[in-house]
Each structure stands twice: as C-alpha cells, then as structure tokens.
C-alpha cells in the first residue's frame, strides 16, 4: 500500500540505471521497469533510455497514448521528490 512506497529523489532514482535494477519515473511516479524489459514492444534498448531518469518526456514522446499509470501499477516503488537541500 502507499505506506510501503518511497520517496525518492533524483540523485537516487540514478543509481537504479542498470538492466538488472532500473527504475525510471513518468509523472511523478517512479516504477522498477527491470521485469518490463522483455515485454516492452520497442525493446530493450528503448525502454533502457529512460533508466536511472525521468522518462516523462521520452514516454510521452513516442506513445502518449500508452497508460503506463496502469500497465506499471505491480512496479510502482515510489515518488519523485525533489533533491533534499541541506
Ligand atoms: C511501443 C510501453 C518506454 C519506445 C510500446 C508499446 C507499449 C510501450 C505498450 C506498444 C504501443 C502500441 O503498440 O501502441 C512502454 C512503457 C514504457 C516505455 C510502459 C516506460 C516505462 C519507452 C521509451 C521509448 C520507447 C523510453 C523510447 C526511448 C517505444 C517504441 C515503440 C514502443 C519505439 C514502438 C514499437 C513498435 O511498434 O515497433 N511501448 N514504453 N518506449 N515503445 Fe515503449
């Protein structure tokens, strides 16, 4: 439930840009797209742009249409939030 999620901010989300561990974020909403990989109709390569960054851009770039709000629901990891200023 949303007890369990994280917040996470960018210089986090960029330590999961690895084929094993990625993560990426589209709306506000960080996902673990790793078990994603084999399944994403673009490919791997594509899908692995968006690793370790915010993939809110390139997503809605190339298929807007798609609701990955739905398909990544069983991914979801956490939010994006801004970097903690010290
Ligand atoms: C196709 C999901 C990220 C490039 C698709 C399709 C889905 C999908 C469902 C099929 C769409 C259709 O046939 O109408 C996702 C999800 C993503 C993601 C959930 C993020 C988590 C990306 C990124 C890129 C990309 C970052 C490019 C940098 C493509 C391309 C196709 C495609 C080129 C067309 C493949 C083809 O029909 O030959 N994606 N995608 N995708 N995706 Fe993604």
Not at 34 to 45: D, M
């Amino acid at each position: 439930g949303v007890d369990t999620l994280m917040r996470i901010p960018p210089s986090v989300l960029k330590l999961h840009n690895k084929k094993e561990d990625a993560w990426t974020a589209i709306n506000g909403k960080v996902y673990n797209i790793t078990p994603y990989l084999p399944y994403h109709p673009g490919g791997e390569k594509e899908l692995m742009r968006v690793a370790g960054r915010d993939g809110t851009k390139l997503f809605s770039l190339t298929h807007a249409w798609v609701n990955a709000d739905f398909m990544l629901d069983a991914c979801l990891v956490g939010f994006l939030v801004p970097e903690q200023s010290s």
